[in-house]
């Protein structure tokens, strides 16, 4: 019930692209939900985050749409950049979590080609 | 400010040494996470501690590893009697408050290889 499956677990996309990293989760307690951002041999960083009152969050090229009902919720790059290409990892917590820990789903691999 | 410092970057230890990562977490910090990722998979929860407590040991194998955050100092993540699955990336991660949904800093990770 705490895990979170996300896919796919790699992803190629050419440079002007739109990527999109979807998750599930089973736990109905979880209330927060950030996606990270790791770029190899770095630790990961917050990227965006959304919490379940609204549906969707758009900061820049990055978007996160989420399905209350469907217990999902996805990631959206638009106009992908070379830039972009890192792993990207899902996560969610709830009120009752230990500190500020994150349940962390496996990540995807994002490659964007020029 | 500097971030979240972890070292080593890179430690290799033959089987049956003991392991010592150290995290220093952002300065205004007292809540330290410690995450092990291993190769093609996301980050597991091993602990969370804070100052000279341990608040939550829920993802720490019950043998041969330990943590602490002492009043002065980093905190250290130690491993004894390595074997070749503890062969990882250990992520130390801060935050402020501790509170849920806080944003979680991380540290750049100690590579682990037990040969």
């Known amino acids: 019930q705490q895990q979170v499956k996300q896919s796919p677990q790699s992803l190629i996309v050419q440079k002007g692209g739109i990527s999109i990293i979807n998750c599930a989760y089973e736990?109905?307690?979880?209330?927060?939900f950030p996606w990270y951002q790791q770029f190899p041999g770095k630790g990961p960083a917050l990227l965006i985050a959304?919490?379940?009152?609204?549906s969707e969050k758009k900061e820049g090229r990055f978007t996160i749409s989420f399905n209350k009902s469907a217990k999902q919720f996805s990631l959206h790059i638009m106009d992908s950049q070379p830039g972009d290409s890192a792993t990207y990892f899902c996560a969610a917590s709830t009120g009752e979590t230990s500190g500020s820990r994150l349940t962390f789903g496996e990540g995807t691999q994002l490659t964007v080609n020029p | 400010n500097a971030g979240v410092m972890q070292n080593p970057r890179h430690l290799v230890r033959r089987r049956g040494q003991e392991a010592r990562l150290r995290c220093s977490p952002m300065k205004g910090h007292s809540h330290v996470y410690w995450y092990r990722q291993l190769p093609e998979e996301g980050l597991k929860f091993m602990v969370y501690?804070?100052?000279?407590?341990?608040?939550?040991e829920s993802g720490m194998p019950k043998e041969r590893f330990s943590a602490e955050f002492p009043k002065e100092g980093p905190s250290i993540l130690r491993i004894q009697q390595v074997v070749r699955g503890d062969s990882a990336a250990y992520f130390c991660?801060?935050?402020?408050?501790?509170?849920?949904?806080?944003?979680?800093?991380f540290g750049s990770g100690t590579q682990l290889s037990v040969l």
């Open positions: 736990n109905t307690a979880f209330d927060y």
């Open positions: 501690l804070q100052k000279e407590n341990i608040i939550d």
């Open positions: 991660a801060s935050s402020p408050r501790g509170f849920p949904g806080e944003k979680l800093f």
């Open positions: 959304i919490r379940p009152d609204v």
